[in-house]
């Protein structure tokens, strides 16, 4: 552009016109990794399932120290997380009856093992 000339409104028009084009280019490329991201989550999403192992009758779901016993969950729980470990059903009655784990309330694995509270 010559310095030597004022603006015009035309150049003016143009040049907002420039902005607004790269502001656009901007936001596309935000959207367009805002939309990857949600793929690769949903992805993970759609594996999880198949990567968790096979889940016995019943689990003991622990706590975050790894010691503490949360609830006892009829297999297949979806309430269990991933700190959730198969047992049998003496282990699962025992841990309800003895040691005072109490039952998923979603599940209630009390129930279906004939014990009621």
């Given at each position: 552009?010559?310095?030597?000339?004022?603006?015009?409104r035309l150049d003016?028009?143009?040049?907002?016109?420039?902005?607004?084009?790269h502001q656009a280019a901007r936001q596309l490329a935000l959207?367009?990794?805002?939309?990857?991201?949600?793929?690769r989550r949903e992805?993970?999403?759609r594996r999880r399932p198949a990567i968790r192992r096979p889940a016995g009758d019943w689990a003991v779901e622990r706590g975050l120290n790894g010691r503490s016993t949360m609830?006892?969950?009829a297999g297949g729980c979806t309430a269990a997380g991933g700190r959730a470990k198969a047992v049998?059903?003496?282990?699962?009655?025992?841990?309800?009856?003895?040691?005072?784990?109490?039952?998923?309330?979603l599940c209630r694995p009390d129930t279906a093992l004939g014990i009621l509270e």
């Open positions: 552009m010559n310095d030597d000339r004022p603006l015009t003016m028009l143009r040049f907002a016109r420039r902005v607004v084009e959207m367009d990794r805002w939309i990857a991201d949600e793929e992805a993970g999403r609830y006892v969950h049998d059903r003496d282990q699962a009655v025992r841990a309800l009856t003895e040691e005072g784990v109490p039952a998923c309330p």
